[in-house]
């Protein structure tokens, strides 16, 4: 599972599940499964897609960059997402339960109570094909929280999931 952090709202093992599972949902489609990869070590990651018969590994990683005072120097960064390895992209449909849907907006709300105004917020995401270690893509994507607990998450997700869409439509 991957790590998360941000503040003290979401810390522990399972935190960053809320960004795996928004991902997830906004990948899904007619034309598109995305599968959850559990393994964590390289290897294991890739051996995983390999079984599911994944055609793209996403991996993100989400951070908060707090500002120091009136100086605006970068301090406390703390990684909210360290890996989100998933994502089959196949001809298949997808299903995502509305339960998991309630309960992710539920859990990134959550998530993003933890962010705090004047922080800068940073997606990195990279997607591969299956059995290559070369990106497809590869992007960095920020936002600025204006005030406490504004979610700047979920919009940063779907330019990642639209940016994801784009490249797997182009591959077809």
């Known amino acids: 599972m991957p790590k998360a952090q941000i503040g003290q709202s979401a810390q522990g093992p399972s935190a960053g599940e809320p ?27 890739e051996a995983e897609a390999k079984s599911k018969q994944c055609d793209f590994l996403v991996y993100s990683s989400l ?7 009136g100086m605006g120097f970068l301090k406390n960064a703390s990684s909210l997402v360290n890996m989100i390895p998933m994502v089959a992209m196949t001809n298949s449909v997808s299903a995502i339960a509305t339960s998991s849907a309630s309960a992710a907006a ?67």
């Open 63 to 69: 951070s908060q960059k707090k500002q120091a005072g």
């Open 106 to 172: 539920s859990q990134a709300a959550s998530l993003s109570s933890g962010i705090k105004a004047k922080s800068d917020v940073v997606l990195e995401y990279h997607m591969n094909a299956a059995g290559s270690t070369s990106p497809v893509l590869n992007s960095t994507l920020d936002a600025k929280a204006t005030v406490d607990g504004e979610d700047v998450i979920t919009p940063l997700v779907e330019k990642e999931a639209t940016a994801i869409m784009a490249e797997v439509s182009k591959r077809r």
């Open 19 to 45: 960004v795996r599972v928004m991902l997830a949902q906004y990948l899904a489609g007619p034309s598109v499964e995305t599968l959850s990869i559990v393994a964590l070590l390289p290897d294991q990651i």
